[in-house]
């Protein structure tokens, strides 16, 4: 799928130490990690507290107006990636990220800082609006343009796939802190007083780590790879307009990718989550066995990166696809027995390989996919794409189909859902060239 350019070779620079690659990869994932732990505890807060909190109405459309405005920050993380890839194809990798995490970072805090409605009526509402958009706008820069900062360092590496995964071991970090945060805190007080003001330090959680990256990031030197791009080559005046106008079906496809990791995201970590409630097991042992699949979603990723550097980028992200088919349902199947063990097993495969295989390749396809002109715009773009009609709408569809069948049937048609999703991946997948051997210092477009 590559073109090389006609005066690439200008481009070279001498690769990085080891040591150095890892500074980079290590500075990468924070605010992804902070991404990763908003995702999982704004989703438990708008659920359990925003409900009440910030809407004077009955309980049941408290919620409902809460995920709503918790599902908006997803929505608009294409904006986020737009604005922010612009910055990182013109000005540099590092400098987007750190500008995205000081947004991230002051919007975190003042969704914690917010009022409720007993003190500001219905403003109290709009400003939590306001500064969730701000946070999803901020979390659209994050991922791919992490991921090609990253990849682009390690350009001249043999095992890109390990190094890209660095971004992609935020996810079960952040997941590790945000249930680690949340049992903390709701273990540590009364329910009255985690309503009160117990959620908001989950917030101020978020804030603390996203200082600390701010931080480190400050400390790192920009991609190597674009530096020199920008001493040899003008810089594209717009680079996220040319990248949809110039490669809108590489942005597309690639996004049909994700979006299976979106829905089995949802399929096992969170109508998981309920539906192992239903089925008998504790809200406690269901978060207990969300822990160990994360876990397990680390070793895992580890293995495949190292996997992806040996065998390519294509039979890996095509394994945790089969896998994702063929497990859909029986998934469910194993929650059923109300084993605990067997229960483990189910959120092990279906979440921790699914995803953790899958992510083991994930940074490197999407940025060994866009040339180094508009690289950030083109991974992130076709990234947060995919989070819009994967893992959000994957939910919304869910919720429908709950309320039109109930949970104890829902499971079927949801996991032929997820089964579409993954032939949509698979042909996408079958359809890109696999990007192993490519020389990324020629591939600047």
């Keep these: 799928m590559a073109k090389k350019s006609d005066s690439d070779s200008s481009l070279d620079f001498n690769a990085p130490t080891t040591s150095q690659i890892a500074k ?31 809407f004077h109405t009955s309980l049941l459309a408290g919620i409902a107006a809460a995920l ?76 791919g343009t992490a991921s090609t900062w990253v990849v ?14 660095w971004t992609g071991f935020a ?93 089995a995201f949802f399929l096992a970590f969170v109508f998981g989550t309920s539906y ?37 980028r294509k039979p890996i992200l095509m394994v945790a696809a089969i896998v994702l088919f063929v497990f859909a349902i029986p998934y469910f199947a194993l929650i059923n027995t109300g084993n605990f063990w067997l229960a483990t097993l189910a959120d092990l495969i279906g979440f921790g390989f699914v995803f953790g295989f899958g992510y083991g390749a994930i940074p490197v396809f999407y940025t060994e996919n866009f040339p180094t002109k508009y690289r950030a715009s083109g991974a992130s773009a076709g990234y947060q794409i995919s989070q819009v009609y994967g893992g959000g709408l994957v939910p919304i569809l869910a919720g429908m189909i709950l309320a039109a069948v109930g949970i104890h049937i829902a499971y079927l048609y949801i996991g032929i859902m997820i089964m579409i999703y993954t032939i949509a991946a698979m042909a996408a997948i079958l359809y890109f060239k696999d990007t192993t051997k490519l020389d990324l210092v020629k591939y600047s477009g």
């Design 24 to 54: 980079v990869a290590t500075g990468s994932i924070i605010g992804s990690i902070i991404e990763q732990y908003d995702f999982l505890v704004t989703g438990i807060i708008a659920a359990t507290v925003w409900g009440t909190v910030f």
């Design 68 to 143: 709503s405005i918790y599902g908006l920050g997803i929505i608009i993380r294409p904006v986020g990636a737009y604005i922010f890839g612009h910055i990182a194809d013109r000005r540099g990798r590092r400098d987007s990220l750190v500008y995205a995490l000081v947004l991230m970072g002051v919007a975190t805090l003042l969704i914690g800082l917010t009022p409720g409605y007993a003190t500001l009526g219905i403003a109290a509402a709009v400003l939590l609006l306001i500064f969730r958009l701000l946070q999803g706008i901020s979390f659209g820069a994050e991922f």
């Design 171 to 263: 996810i079960p970090f952040g997941l590790l802190l945000g249930f680690g945060s949340v049992l903390a805190i709701t273990g540590s007080m009364s329910h009255a007083a985690f309503m009160s003001y117990g959620w908001r330090i989950l917030f101020g959680i978020g804030f603390i780590v996203a200082v600390i990256g701010v931080i480190i990031r400050m400390r790192l030197s920009d991609s190597l790879l674009f530096d020199k791009f920008k001493q040899k080559r003008k810089v594209l005046e717009y680079p996220a307009s040319r990248v949809w106008k110039e490669m809108p079906g590489r942005i597309l496809g690639t996004s049909l990718v994700n979006a299976m990791f979106g829905g």
């Design 276 to 312: 192992m409630t239903a089925v008998g097991f504790s809200a406690i042992t269901a978060e207990e066995i969300g822990l160990i699949a994360a876990a397990g979603m680390f070793v895992f990723m580890l293995i495949a990166s190292v996997l992806a550097d040996k065998y390519g």
């Design 152 to 165: 682009e360092y390690a350009a001249k590496s043999k095992h890109r796939a390990f190094w890209g995964a």
